[in-house]
């Protein structure tokens, strides 16, 4: 599912360099992802999903984690 999002966008939004979210993005960073880069980009995800579905006027909707 896209969002949208361009790297930079995710960077700006997340604090997550842009060159961790290509590598992250094409499977080039190793297993062991820093947990705080991880719930950066939790967090950005959740955010634009929760916008996502409020113009959708679909807010609220259970998402699995």
Known sequence: MSLGLT???IERRS???QCVVSAL???RY???TPYDTLISL???LD???QLSDERAGT????RPT
């Open 7 to 9: 790297q930079r966008e």
């Open 15 to 17: 604090g997550v360099k």
């Open 25 to 27: 993005n094409t499977g």
């Open 30 to 32: 190793g297993r062991r």
């Open 42 to 44: 939790q967090k950005v």
């Open 47 to 49: 955010e634009v999903r």
């Open 59 to 62: 807010a609220e909707v259970d």
